[in-house]
């Protein structure tokens, strides 16, 4: 199983950015998927999960600004995070949680200058 996020990046806040996650190795249109983040010195955070049948879910921190989205055909996951702040600044992660098990992507930077 393989996930690699890419898109990631320096954006003025306010900006926008779309992270990529394309996932191998699973029957992905079966699994549920997530967006995670984590600054540092602070826990791995939730900021956004789809459900196999696309149900969607945000936390307060994110809600509204960030949207996540999946093309089963591709085998893809996107993350579209709009009006950026520079508490967003982080590593994100792609998640997989598939046949019993999470899978995680190496991580991309994001970082929001003010």
């Known amino acids: 199983v393989q996930l690699v996020e890419s898109g990631g990046g320096l954006v003025q806040a306010g900006g926008s950015l779309r992270l990529s996650c394309a996932v191998s190795?699973?029957?992905?249109?079966?699994?549920?998927m997530g967006w995670y983040r984590q600054a540092p010195g602070k826990q791995r955070e939730l900021v956004a999960a789809i459900s196999r049948r696309g149900v969607t879910n945000y936390p307060d921190s994110v809600k509204g600004r960030f949207t996540i989205s999946r093309d089963n055909a591709k085998n893809m996951v996107y993350l579209q995070m709009g009006s950026l702040k520079p508490e967003d600044t982080a590593v994100y992660y792609c998640l997989a949680s598939w046949s019993g098990s999470d899978y995680w992507g190496q991580g991309t930077q994001v970082t929001v200058s003010s």
């Open positions: 190795g699973i029957i992905f249109s079966t699994n549920d």
